[in-house]
Structures are given as structure tokens and as C-alpha cells.
């Protein structure tokens, strides 16, 4: 049986929609690897997380076209729940996934683990494990309704990795959180992608965690994939402006000194890295 | 729209290398200054919050002892960790929440006796999650909503949600549903909800989260044009190129307090790395390499590649 998610000839159109938003994506991710994908906004990348996901058209309706296969397995001939256990999405309005039924964040990052039927023993040492993945032990006692926004959304990140599916789905994970914060998530998915082989699909318009985390990116541009390759080069792209995806901050810099005609050095080279 | 007065204090200190330079006509040159006659703009009111702390009913504490004066047509970023009190004192602002001790002023006067409705004329609020703010059936009716409460009707009103939908290129979606749109577009429909109400202070919270680079740069402009008119504008924002480029003060807060304010050269300058990182934040790339490469404070790409000219020119000469 092959395994990762494999997408051929992907086109999906919302139901009532006129037009398509996802046309004819080829797309893998291997597990222990972390693909990016940027685009500019309703370039598909959202739709794109909902049909890796199997919630597209699954759950929210729409016309599928093209293989989603997870681990070998078309995702249309999934059950829910096995769905759920081999990908976990992250969508990207992060407060709309918290389940609103718990009173402590320790509860709400447990809700998914006591729903998979484990032993409570288990569910704790998750729970704990995912809070500390994403730095926000000190937020377990917590009413998740009274949270801000970037705590909520660590929040409902450590749901989701306290589920430790297979590969995880993650839309813009990062958008609400500080700088610091960005960072330690980013590198929490660097370590579970390399420790635990899961595969990483991670939508974020924060070119420089791609630039940071990814070995792959696919670009998207109105529902197709533009171009794709390894992180560095695609990062490094010139096309990239002219899709609406801002470049990693080095990248920039180093582009603006040459247009500038100033000379390009080693040293300027070394106080960007 | 032009207008709004009175105008920031000039004496506080810019960024570099013109990247903040202020193409506004000095406040005296503005009409409406000052005036309540008919046509004029009403004037921009000062913000103080005097010694204010606000703790949540579950008892946690989210701001402690702000003093804090903006003053009329000042732009200025708050930035802060998540959970530092940043969305808690921006809805000071127009009385979402009100102060558990301390005092909130606009214009000398406290806030705490004025209602919700009658501050929304002064203080329009974007939220940083657009689906708190949207609830319309259509994105025109949307934005009608806040100015038709403030009394404006007919032919004005039409042609505020026209120009606000047009500034945040949304005009060709008037008769969409809201929840049609992605979440990036129902973020500058919030955006455009605000615009629309023309108060003189504008408080964007997180406004270019979720945008590309095309959203970013609309924002950017959004956030010029407002200050450029002489408004106040106030936003929280965790993009560190967005703050050094767009704002001319900085505030920085921390676990409830202020720990920082000042231009951003002064702000991300490497005497403050120190108080930033402490307070999870990272200055800008062309900070941290401009004071790798001895260049003095340049928080812009602007800047930095202005003074890496600068020397250029030195070592040629």
C-alpha cells in the first residue's frame, strides 16, 4: 500500500457555485514532510485543505473530481471517523473550532483524545503533551471563551496535535499569533514532522516559516498550481510578487539592495542570515 | 473626506530615511479644524487612559495601570504578545468594555457615563475576527449598517458604502453575502464596515491578518489615507514591516502594562531588543542587519538600503 496523500487531476466546485475553485491539482505529501502552499487571497488554499481534509465534498457538499487518495485509500470511500484519525485540518478561523462545550482549555485539548475512546491515563499525557508542544501549559486551567485571539488559536492547534493524527492540515496556523509564538509553532511542526513522520500540509502567507520549516511549496493561483518545487527556490521565485505572495523578509532585502544597484556581498549576505 | 483636526504633535520623533515622511498639509492648512460649522469635519478628539485597569468577571487581569495619551491624528501600532491586554484596551476605546479602575478620556472627558451608540461616532472599531462583526445578508447592507445609526440615509449613505467597499476593492461585490466570501474578504468587509462610519479615530485590530500581499498593501493604503486625512488611527498588529512602515509611534505592551512607546527607529533600535524580546516580539529584519552592519536604526527595507547608499557614497568619495 503506497502512503501520504496523493491528489490526481484535483478540480472541486463549491454547490450553487459558478465557478470552480480548485482546477485539475496534482499534489503529494509524504509522511515526516512539510509542504507549503501560499497563493494569493481565493486562490484556492483554503479549498484545498477542506478536499486533502475529506470534508470537500464529504460533509459540505460540492462536485469532486479527481483521486484524493490518503495512505493508498480514496477519501470519498473513508468513514468519518478514520478520516479524522489519518488527517487532522486546522481550518483558518481557528475561534470557530473550538468546541465551545468545555469550560478549561485543558478540557477542550482532551475533548478529541476522549472521543477517540482512550484511557484517560492516555488522554492526560496527550493533553499535556500538547499544550507544552505549543508553550501553553500555563493556559490549562483556562475558560476557553476568554482567551485572545492568538491564545485561541494555539489553543485549537494543541486540539488538533493532541489527536496526533497521521498528517495534519493546517490553514494559516499562525495568522493571530506573536512573533515568538509563530516561532515556536513553527518549530513544534519541524519536530513532529521529523520525530513522528507525520506529513504537514501548511497553508501561510508567512513565507519566512515556509522558508524556515518546508522542504516543498506549491504555489497556487485561481484554483491551479502555478509552479512548485523545493522551499528555497519556489521562496525565492521572482513570480511570486506578481502572484500576491509577499517573499520571506531576507529574500526582500536582498531584492530591494540589488535594484538599489548597490553591490551584493558576502557580509550583506551574512547580516541577513 | 478631508478634514479632521486638530493634527498630531509635531515635536514627537519620525522615522528614517522618509519612509514615514508626512505628506499631510501642516493642521493649520486643514479646513474643519477645530470648527463645528456646517460641512466641516468634526474635529479628531485626544485619547487618555489615566491609571486604567480592566480584569475579565473570571477574575483574570488584562490591563494594570495605563497611562497612555494619543493625541488627535496621531498613528500609532500596538504590538505585543499574544494575551498582553493589546484587543482589551482598544475596546476601551468606544466603551465595549469600561474600566475596572482608572479613567478613560476623549477629549478631557471621561467616556464611562457615555453610551456605546454615542461613542460609535467617534470611535469606529474593527474587530480582529470579522464573524464577531458581520451579520448582514448582503455585504452592501453590511456596510450601511454603522453610518444608517448614525443617521446618515439616502444619497450619503450610498455613497459611503460605495467609496468604503471601492477603498478595500470589494465594490464589485455589493450584493454578495458576506459568508460568500472568503475569510480574508470578510476581514476588509469589517474593514470597509468601519470606514464607512468616517469617525475621527479608527482602531483596527489585527487588520492585516489572513491577507496576501496585495491585502496587505490595501490596508497600508487604507491606514495612509485615514492618517493623511488628519484621522487617528490605532491598530494592533503582530506583522512588524506593517508597524515600521505604516505607524509613527509604536506601543508595546506586556502582560497588562506599557513597556515601550516611541517612533519605531526607537522602538526596534537595538537599545529596546532587549525589552522586545522579552516581551515576545522580534524587530524587523532590516533592524537587526542594518545594526549588524553598523548602519544605525534602519527599521524599513527603505531605510536600509538608503543608508547602505549613504555609505556607499562615503567610501566612493
Redesign the interface.
Known amino acids: 500500500m503506497s502512503v501520504g496523500i496523493r491528489l490526481d487531476g484535483v478540480s472541486y466546485r463549491y454547490a450553487g457555485a459558478a465557478a470552480t475553485s480548485l482546477r485539475n491539482v496534482g499534489l503529494e505529501l509524504e509522511p515526516g514532510r512539510v509542504v507549503g502552499v501560499v497563493g494569493a487571497n481565493e486562490s484556492g488554499k483554503s479549498t484545498l485543505c477542506l478536499v486533502v481534509a475529506g470534508l470537500a465534498p464529504a460533509v459540505i457538499g460540492g462536485r469532486l473530481e479527481g483521486s484524493v487518495r490518503i495512505d493508498g485509500i480514496e477519501t470519498a470511500a473513508m468513514r468519518p471517523h478514520d478520516l479524522a484519525q489519518r488527517c487532522g485540518l486546522l481550518s483558518q478561523n481557528a475561534a470557530t473550532q473550538l468546541s465551545g462545550t468545555t469550560a478549561t482549555v485543558f478540557e477542550e485539548v482532551g475533548f478529541g483524545p476522549c472521543n477517540l475512546g482512550l484511557p484517560v491515563a492516555d488522554v492526560v499525557q496527550r493533553v499535556w503533551a500538547a499544550l507544552g508542544a505549543v508553550g501553553i501549559e500555563s493556559l490549562a486551567p483556562r475558560d476557553p471563551a476568554r482567551l485572545s485571539g492568538g491564545q485561541g488559536q494555539l489553543v485549537a492547534i494543541a486540539s488538533i496535535l493532541a489527536l496526533r493524527p497521521r498528517y495534519l492540515v493546517l490553514d494559516e496556523p499562525t495568522s493571530e499569533l506573536d512573533p515568538a509564538g509563530t516561532k515556536l509553532v513553527a518549530e513544534a511542526l519541524a519536530r513532529i514532522a521529523r520525530d513522528t513522520g507525520a506529513g504537514i500540509l501548511l497553508v501561510e502567507h508567512k513565507t519566512d516559516v515556509l522558508a524556515q520549516i518546508a522542504d516543498e511549496v506549491v504555489v497556487l493561483e485561481r484554483g491551479a498550481v502555478a509552479f512548485s518545487g523545493p522551499a528555497a527556490a519556489v521562496l525565492a521565485d521572482p513570480r511570486l510578487v506578481e502572484l500576491g505572495v509577499e517573499s520571506p523578509a531576507a529574500v526582500r532585502l536582498e531584492r530591494a539592495v540589488r535594484t538599489s544597484g548597490l553591490e551584493w556581498s558576502a557580509a550583506l549576505a551574512k547580516a541577513l542570515s | 473626506m478631508s478634514g479632521f483636526g486638530p493634527g498630531v504633535d509635531r515635536s514627537a520623533p519620525a522615522a528614517s530615511a522618509g519612509a514615514f515622511a508626512d505628506s499631510r498639509p501642516p493642521a493649520s492648512d486643514r479646513s474643519g479644524v477645530g470648527s463645528t460649522g456646517p460641512g466641516s469635519a468634526p474635529a479628531v478628539p485626544s485619547i487618555e487612559f489615566e491609571a486604567v485597569s480592566f480584569a ?1 468577571p ?1 477574575g ?1 487581569r488584562a490591563l494594570s495601570q495605563i497611562g497612555l495619551r494619543i493625541g488627535s491624528g496621531e498613528s500609532v501600532a500596538i ?6 491586554g ?2 482589551t484596551l482598544v475596546r476601551h476605546l468606544n466603551g465595549l468594555l469600561r474600566p475596572t479602575t482608572g479613567r478613560v478620556l476623549l477629549d478631557g472627558n471621561d467616556v464611562r457615563p457615555i453610551h456605546v451608540a454615542r461613542l460609535a461616532s467617534s470611535v469606529g472599531l474593527a474587530f ?2 470579522p ?1 464577531c462583526q458581520l451579520f448582514s445578508g448582503r455585504v452592501s447592507t453590511e456596510v450601511a449598517f454603522g453610518p444608517r445609526n448614525l443617521g446618515i440615509h439616502g444619497g450619503e449613505l450610498e455613497e459611503r458604502v460605495r467609496a468604503a467597499l471601492e477603498e478595500v476593492g470589494l465594490d464589485a461585490e455589493a450584493s454578495t453575502n458576506p459568508y460568500d466570501l ?4 470578510r476581514k476588509l468587509l469589517a474593514l470597509a464596515s468601519v470606514l464607512a462610519m468616517r469617525t475621527p479615530i479608527l482602531a483596527l485590530d ?1 487588520p492585516t ?8 498593501a490595501r490596508v497600508r493604503d487604507v491606514v495612509a489615507r485615514a492618517f493623511g486625512e488628519g484621522r487617528t488611527v490605532i491598530a494592533i498588529s ?1 506583522d ?2 506593517f508597524v515600521a512602515e505604516s505607524f509613527r509611534r509604536v506601543v508595546v505592551m506586556r502582560e497588562g502594562c506599557i513597556v515601550l512607546d516611541g517612533a519605531p527607529d526607537v522602538v526596534f533600535g537595538e537599545a529596546a531588543w532587549g525589552e522586545l ?1 522579552a516581551s ?3 524587530p ?3 533592524s ?2 542594518g545594526a ?2 553598523g548602519l544605525g536604526a534602519t527599521v524599513t ?2 531605510a ?2 538608503a543608508a ?2 549613504r555609505r ?1 557614497g562615503t567610501i566612493s568619495r
Open positions: 475579565y473570571d483574570t504590538v505585543g504578545q499574544n494575551g498582553s493589546k484587543s480582529q475576527n464573524d472568503g475569510y480574508s474578504r489585527e491578518t489572513g491577507q496576501d500581499a496585495r491585502g496587505v503582530h512588524m514591516r524580546r515576545y516580539l522580534e524587523p529584519l532590516p537587526v542587519a549588524r552592519l527595507e527603505a536600509f538600503v547602505l547608499e556607499a
